[in-house]
């Protein structure tokens, strides 16, 4: 029988044995020693050789394997599951801009990939290093409007900062290193890798190399010090100098160097939203808030200073308002990483291309001690008058009805500033903006640039985790929380002792705003129902508690604010109010208004 006498013995038999048994042998060490593994290990190897300790997914058809291969690594990488695609996205940006770290993301093709979308271009616009990773259909599917397919490329093309489609596993490592490498340097944000089914699922020979330089994209960091110069000339001569910081000085930690540089030269120092918490808002030279619903003085003054340093901001239209009338007696200078943010929106006298941090240390030897009392007072008769007229009635209010101001005002002062505060968007940002006195820095964190509702409950929940030590409170209106309730799921599969405050005033308040000042008070479609938060966090074993007098808020902020497990806070504030000053839309900054 042939298959008994199989394989037959001795001679060239015994040789052909060998050759075999040599195959295995060898084969083995090839798997050994070339590090043989699936592009879905290789996925999960990458993140953990650059460090990454979290990923917020959900999981789906196209992304299995990847998921799978996480299965083998829970001890080295944690994966927080979101209840819907934009709370992994949004998690992912509050978690980079609490830590300074890249934030990643999991997705599957089609509608979890889409999901994605509006948290990409939040995290575009706001400068926020994120890496999104997005199962697809196999390549030989590709282009065939496959089950779950769509184009991922294609979509997020014009809001990311890079993005690459993996057909083939070998590319895994070097693409995920250049991702990040990406994401995390010049000016920061979003790239997408999309990997198609068959590259999880092949072979591939893995090692890994950080990568630390590219050829076609070289951010440049040092500033042309014969500018550095020019600009410390303008702001030695200047009488009126005004600092605007942005985002910018946050993202490059350069608090200290501005810090030195403005107390040297007695320069007074306006912030823009995403600026905020860069130093003690308490700090004599800090003038509060530009833009729209910011402080009266810098808006009003941004229109009287002889020279402005603008630092890592991109004079955004909620901050110039009409440009046209905007800063025109001010010498300009702007230093900004991003060449594209230079001469864009307004014109530079000097325009830096330079990392923050570098151009101040740059700057600050050559800056005059100066002490410019004249032109600080101008700011402080403003500072009186917003606080007579504004200030004081928001966080004092006579009626019986709580204010959103109040109620940032009593946590601002049982937090002493330190708690890392997430708003929403809408007039609560505002008020919070306004009225949270941040003493720490990089503690405000909010969707600025695009202004995403439903950015909070997830942006903090990413927060808390990158940094578990601190204090992290979400600040959210009864629209906004609708937006990404689903999360509160997440907050407690992981334990997450997360505090949330809603903000209830039963309107798309920032809207009706809107409606009341400038459409003949026309409330089209922004009056809101909700369900009862507190009633619908129980069900989610939350603690909750409702708010609805003046006299509880005390006691209930103080036992929120000491308990250690996840608290949801429903504050019933007064309907229909507004927030100011405002500067109406296509009016000047310094027709802002007080009422
Ligand atoms: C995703 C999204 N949809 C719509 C808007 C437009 N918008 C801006 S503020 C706002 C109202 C927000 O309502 P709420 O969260 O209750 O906050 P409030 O203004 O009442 O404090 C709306 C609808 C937006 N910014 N984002
Ligand atoms: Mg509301």
């Known amino acids: 029988m042939i298959r008994n006498n199989y394989p037959p013995q001795g001679g060239f038999f015994s040789f052909w044995r060998y050759l075999k048994k040599m195959f295995h042998v060898t084969s083995f060490y090839l798997l050994i020693f070339t590090h043989m593994i699936t592009g879905s290990h290789a996925v999960i190897k990458s993140l953990i050789e650059e460090g990454i300790k979290v990923i917020f997914g959900y999981p789906g058809g196209q992304i299995i394997p990847i998921y799978d291969a996480l299965y083998d690594y829970k001890e080295e990488i944690n994966h927080v599951l979101v209840r819907h695609e ?33 948290g990409i271009a939040d995290a575009m616009i706001d400068s926020v290093p994120v890496l999104c990773i997005t199962g697809q259909v196999g390549s030989n599917l590709l282009g065939s409007d496959a089950f779950q397919e769509v184009d991922m490329i294609g979509i997020t093309t014009p809001i990311t900062k890079w993005n690459y489609q993996i057909t083939d596993a070998a590319e895994i490592p070097q693409i995920i290193a250049k991702a990040i490498y990406i994401a995390r340097t010049g000016r920061p944000g979003p790239v997408v890798i999309d990997i198609a089914r068959n590259a999880q699922i092949s072979n591939l020979d893995f090692s890994y190399k950080k990568c630390s330089f590219i050829e076609s994209y070289q951010p440049n960091y040092s500033p042309n010090l014969r500018q550095i110069k020019s600009a410390a000339e303008l702001i030695n001569k200047a009488k009126r100098p005004l ?92 230093i900004d990483i991003d060449p594209a943010e230079l001469n864009k929106n307004v014109r530079a006298d000097i325009p830096l291309v330079a990392d923050a941090k570098i151009a101040l240390k740059a700057l600050i030897p050559l800056i005059e001690k100066k002490s410019r009392s004249n032109w600080l007072t101008e700011f402080n008769k403003y500072q009186k008058i917003e606080k007579e007229r504004v200030i004081h009635k928001e966080i004092h209010p006579k009626g019986n009805y709580i204010t959103m101001a109040e109620v940032i005002n009593l946590l601002s002062e049982k937090t002493s500033g330190k708690a890392v505060i997430v708003a929403d968007v809408g007039q609560h940002q505002m008020i919070t903006a306004r009225y949270y006195q941040s003493e720490k820095t990089n503690n405000f964190i909010t969707s600025g640039g695009l202004g995403t509702m439903g950015y909070a409950l997830p942006a ?109 806070l429903e504050i019933n504030v007064k309907n229909k109010h507004n927030v100011f000053p405002m500067i109406p839309l296509g009016a000047s900054v310094d027709e802002i208004r007080l009422e």
């Not at 003054?301 to 110039?320: C, E, S």
């Not at 903000?503 to 809207?511: E, H, I, Q, S, T």
């Not at 409606?515 to 507190?534: M, N």
């Open 243 to 334: 600092v605007l910081s942005g985002h910018g000085v946050i993202i490059s930690q350069a608090q200290n160097e501005l810090l030195t540089l403005i107390e040297k030269a007695s320069l007074p120092t306006a912030f823009t939203l995403l600026g905020l918490s860069t130093f003690p808002s308490r700090h004599p030279l800090n003038m509060g808030m530009l833009g729209m619903h910011g402080n009266y003085g810098p808006n009003i003054l941004t229109n009287k200073a002889d020279v402005i340093l603008a630092i890592g901001m991109r004079f955004d239209d909620r901050v110039t308002g009409r440009l046209a009338n905007y800063a025109k007696q001010a010498r300009i200078i702007h």
């Open 86 to 118: 934009q709370g992994a996205v949004h998690a992912a940006e509050g978690y980079a801009r609490a830590t300074g770290r890249v934030g990643v993301c999991f997705a599957t093709s089609g509608p979890g990939a889409t999901n994605l979308v509006t």
């Open 460 to 568: 903090a929940i990413g927060a808390q985790i990158g940094t578990p030590k601190n204090q992290v409170i979400a600040i959210i209106g009864d629209g906004s929380f609708q937006m990404n309730i689903q999360e509160l799921a997440t907050i407690i599969q992981e334990k997450i002792p997360l505090k949330i405050i809603i903000l209830k005033n039963n309107y798309l308040g920032m809207v009706r705003q809107w409606q009341e000042l400038f459409y003949k008070k026309r409330y089209s479609f922004t009056d809101l129902y909700s369900p009862d938060f507190v009633a619908l966090a129980k069900s989610y074993t939350l603690k909750a508690k409702k708010i609805i007098k003046r006299s509880q808020l005390n006691s209930c902020l103080s036992d929120f604010l000491k308990s250690k497990r996840p608290y949801l």
